[in-house]
């Protein structure tokens, strides 16, 4: 079946702009998640979605991030006036469900660059 | 806070076995993840532990001692497809899950 997809695969914007990422998860999968990872570096926890539940949005690095997640499917990634560190692979990931258990599936990621 | 810790690069030879460690604080403990993570590509499942001892699948096991926080990533013989980093991921009392840095090995021939 299909796995968890992200767009645009890369992306270039100016110092400034306002960028958008979406993420489409596997069909049924109620949990998940975005991440950030550094050229080099581990993953950087950003938000999580369960359900209907409110989002953890206690790895979100300043109020220029934000997220959301329409109808428990497709969840977007904003990004305001970017700047240079904002450059990164953000990766999205789903499990079926909250349950620790849950193994994550992750997207091929977008990379983004900030000039 | 939270901490993972693993060792930044590893390097073994080729039908060799290799350790990778991790040790952990978070606060709460719901489980522990391995994940393989090639240069470019999307990190995908090895592992999960809950309980304490060892998990075995084929050529990789993992283990899990909650009372020292640490745990280990064990490859038996070694292919050089293995060459990728690992990433050990504690899932906290809150459900997020934390990712330590990673470990990067090379498997030479």
């Known amino acids: 079946g299909a796995g968890v997809s992200q767009s645009p695969s890369n992306k270039v914007t100016e110092k400034g702009k306002d960028v958008e990422l979406r993420c489409d998860p596997i069909?049924?999968?109620?949990?998940l998640y975005w991440y950030r990872q550094s050229l080099g570096q581990g993953l950087e926890f950003l938000i999580y979605f369960q359900g209907n539940s409110a989002p953890d949005k206690s790895g979100l690095p300043s109020d220029r991030f934000s997220a959301e997640r329409t109808g428990g499917s497709v969840s977007t990634l904003t990004i305001q006036r970017t700047q240079q560190e904002d450059s990164a692979v953000y990766l999205c990931?789903?499990?079926?469900?909250?349950?620790?258990?849950?193994?994550?599936?992750f997207g091929p990621g977008t990379r983004l660059t900030v000039t | 806070g939270q901490n993972i810790d693993q060792p930044t690069e590893m390097t073994a030879t080729e039908g060799a076995i290799v350790q990778i460690n991790c040790t952990y604080q978070t606060s709460g403990f719901n489980g522990l993840f391995w994940y393989q993570q090639h240069a470019g590509e999307a990190p995908t499942f090895l592992s999960y532990n809950v309980l304490d001892g060892l998990e075995e699948k084929g050529r990789f096991s993992s283990f899990l001692s909650r009372s020292k926080g640490y745990s280990y990533l064990l490859l038996k013989e070694l292919q050089m497809k293995d060459s990728a980093s690992y990433l050990c991921?504690?899932?906290?009392?809150?459900?997020?899950?934390?990712f330590g840095a990673g470990t990067r090995l090379f498997v030479k021939a």
């Open positions: 069909s049924g999968h109620t949990a």
């Open positions: 991921a504690v899932v906290t009392g809150g459900f997020k899950t934390i």
């Open positions: 990931a789903s499990s079926l469900s909250q349950g620790a258990s849950y193994e994550q599936y």
